[in-house]
């Protein structure tokens, strides 16, 4: 066969450094907006921030009701591991473990000290220090190191020995039972709980270091064996297994209150992150409407001194930058007005839920507003991820007002949204010593 040339059509999308800049800024959140920007101001000097006193008004903003609604989220209440699924803990070991710190003296200097050198250290670098201590093989302590960096921030080690030794070089030959090894190493770091694969595990490392008597005994057959049980106030059920009365049960239970189920949140970082929303609902005129809010939309424009350089030296370096402003600038507007579109059309589709509340939630899902739109799916998608609007019901991120629907007996559908809403209120007004049955 002689070579040839032959001329074939066909069709690929190629996404120009624009739109690929404008899909990342879309599905950033209102924090990793302004740090992109930060750095995009530091990088280009053609861009700077608009003055308050020259800054235009926003499409769909009242400037007369630019009212800022902030909400404080702290991340050590995101649910990390199974312990939060432990209910019956309660509240009350926050107050039976605090940090070191708190034991010191405001007058002692070394106690200050101490409080500043405990909030600042890791949990995995608590464990590294104490493993820098231990007198083991080096392949021993390689395994270990490795096992702290698989621990989550409370502690756990979510994944199996097996799925880990799997992720280690072949070359090592690495076995389950090595790293079991390993881990009986880690379990006898403190803070004692740590390295536990589970909350009935941790548990018991915490209850094999308390004195040994009936009580301790019967708090680790609970723990152990019968800890779901325990978690759902089975207690009739939970004493006829261990053979027990209800003092020492109560004795048990109390004992097993005591101890941490998350053994590595008191080293975590408490980072507050402040919710901005992107957009705020009022009702005016009978009608809810969807502003931007003006303290979430960043106002940039192009340096008029660079400029003017510009337009007199055309062989100027800064061309590049100069179109680079020019498309971040119109690329944050289009962000803004994408949200504000989508916003307004989930408002209008929810208007129920703003008069009436969670019972009026009405099915909706993400192809709904991106026909009525004309925008993709992964488009509103984007839009909808930690896009937050302010409402007089509270803040909510875009994303709550979709859900799954129920058929109904009429052959329509509900909101599993307004289903809760309503076993709640079912719940809620129960009368006590006559609860409602399941059916």
Same mark, same amino acid.
């Given at each position: 066969?002689?070579?040839?040339?032959?001329?074939?059509?066909?069709?690929?999308?190629?996404?120009?450094? &624009?739109?690929?800049?404008?899909?990342?800024?879309?599905? /950033?959140?209102?924090?990793?907006?302004?740090?992109?920007?930060?750095?995009?101001?530091?990088?280009?000097?053609? /861009?700077?921030?608009?003055?308050?006193?020259?800054?235009?008004?926003?499409?769909?903003?009242?400037?007369?009701?630019? @009212?800022? +609604?902030?909400?404080?989220?702290?991340?050590?209440?995101?649910?990390?591991?199974?312990?939060?699924?432990?209910?019956?803990?309660?509240?009350?070991?926050?107050?039976?473990?605090?940090?070191?710190?708190?034991?010191?003296?405001?007058?002692? @200097?070394?106690?200050?000290? &101490?409080?500043?050198?405990?909030?600042?250290?890791?949990?995995?670098?608590?464990?590294? =220090?104490?493993?820098?201590?231990?007198?083991?093989?080096?392949?021993?302590?390689?395994?270990?190191?490795?096992?702290?960096?698989?621990? !989550?921030?409370?502690?756990?080690?979510?994944?199996?020995?097996?799925?880990?030794?799997?992720?280690?070089?072949?070359?090592?030959?690495?076995?389950?039972?090595?790293?079991?090894?390993?881990?009986?190493?880690?379990? *006898?770091?403190?803070?004692?709980?740590?390295?536990?694969?589970?909350? %009935?595990? *941790?548990? %018991?490392?915490?209850?094999?270091?308390?004195? =040994?008597?009936?009580?301790?005994?019967? +708090?680790?057959?609970?723990?152990?064996?019968?800890?779901?049980?325990?978690?759902?106030?089975?207690?009739?059920?939970?004493?006829?297994? $261990?053979?027990?009365?209800?003092?020492?049960?109560?004795? =048990? &239970?109390?004992?097993?209150?005591?101890?941490?189920?998350?053994?590595?949140?008191?080293?975590?970082?408490?980072? +507050?992150?402040?919710?901005?929303? !992107?957009?705020?609902?009022?009702?005016?005129?009978?009608?809810?409407?969807?502003?931007?809010?003006?303290?979430?939309?960043?106002?940039?424009?192009?340096?008029?001194?660079?400029?003017?350089? /510009?337009?007199? &030296?055309?062989?100027?370096?800064?061309?590049?930058?100069?179109?680079?402003?020019?498309?971040?600038?119109?690329?944050?507007?289009?962000?803004?007005?994408?949200? /504000? #579109?989508?916003?307004?059309?989930?408002?209008?589709?929810?208007?129920?839920?703003?008069?009436?509340?969670?019972?009026?939630? #009405?099915?909706?899902?993400?192809?709904?507003?991106?026909?009525?739109?004309?925008?993709?799916?992964?488009?509103?998608?984007?839009?909808?991820?930690?896009?937050?609007?302010?409402?007089?019901?509270? $803040?909510?991120?875009?994303?709550?007002?979709?859900?799954?629907?129920?058929?109904?007996?009429?052959?329509? =559908? *509900?909101?599993?949204?307004?289903?809760?809403?309503?076993?709640?209120?079912?719940?809620?007004?129960?009368?006590?010593?006559?609860?409602?049955?399941?059916?």
């Amino acid at each position: 066969m002689k070579p040839s040339l032959q001329l074939k059509l066909s069709q690929h999308l190629a996404l120009t450094p &624009q739109l690929q800049q404008s899909i990342r800024l879309l599905q /950033l959140s209102t924090l990793e907006l302004e740090q992109e920007l930060e750095k995009y101001l530091q990088e280009n000097p053609l /861009l700077e921030r608009m003055e308050e006193e020259y800054a235009p008004p926003l499409p769909g903003t009242n400037d007369t009701d630019s @009212d800022t +609604a902030e909400a404080s989220v702290n991340e050590t209440d995101t649910a990390t591991s199974s312990a939060d699924d432990e209910s019956w803990l309660g509240d009350e070991e926050d107050s039976n473990y605090q940090s070191a710190s708190s034991s010191g003296s405001f007058d002692d @200097d070394d106690g200050d000290y &101490q409080d500043v050198q405990v909030a600042t250290t890791s949990l995995r670098e608590h464990l590294t =220090a104490q493993l820098g201590l231990m007198s083991i093989p080096d392949r021993d302590r390689t395994l270990v190191q490795c096992l702290i960096e698989a621990l !989550d921030d409370d502690g756990y080690l979510t994944q199996s020995l097996e799925d880990l030794a799997e992720t280690l070089p072949a070359e090592l030959e690495i076995e389950p039972e090595e790293l079991q090894i390993a881990l009986n190493h880690l379990q *006898c770091f403190e803070p004692t709980g740590v390295g536990a694969r589970n909350v %009935a595990e *941790c548990l %018991a490392l915490q209850l094999e270091t308390q004195p =040994a008597d009936d009580t301790q005994a019967l +708090a680790l057959n609970i723990v152990r064996n019968n800890l779901d049980l325990l978690a759902n106030r089975d207690f009739v059920k939970l004493k006829k297994l $261990i053979e027990c009365d209800d003092e020492q049960l109560r004795l =048990a &239970q109390s004992l097993i209150r005591s101890l941490n189920p998350r053994p590595g949140s008191k080293y975590a970082a408490l980072d +507050a992150r402040y919710i901005t929303p !992107d957009v705020v609902v009022r009702k005016l005129r009978g009608q809810w409407t969807v502003n931007v809010n003006s303290d979430a939309f960043p106002r940039l424009r192009i340096n008029s001194l660079y400029a003017q350089i /510009l337009s007199k &030296q055309r062989g100027s370096g800064l061309a590049g930058q100069l179109q680079e402003a020019r498309w971040l600038i119109k690329n944050v507007q289009q962000r803004f007005d994408t949200i /504000l #579109r989508v916003a307004q059309s989930i408002v209008d589709r929810q208007r129920q839920f703003f008069d009436h509340g969670e019972v009026a939630m #009405r099915p909706l899902v993400l192809r709904e507003i991106a026909d009525l739109l004309g925008l993709h799916e992964s488009t509103i998608s984007r839009v909808t991820t930690q896009k937050y609007m302010a409402t007089p019901r509270g $803040i909510f991120e875009l994303k709550y007002f979709f859900g799954s629907h129920v058929a109904t007996e009429t052959g329509g =559908a *509900c909101s599993a949204t307004a289903i809760r809403a309503l076993l709640k209120q079912l719940i809620g007004s129960e009368e006590q010593k006559r609860p409602l049955s399941d059916s």
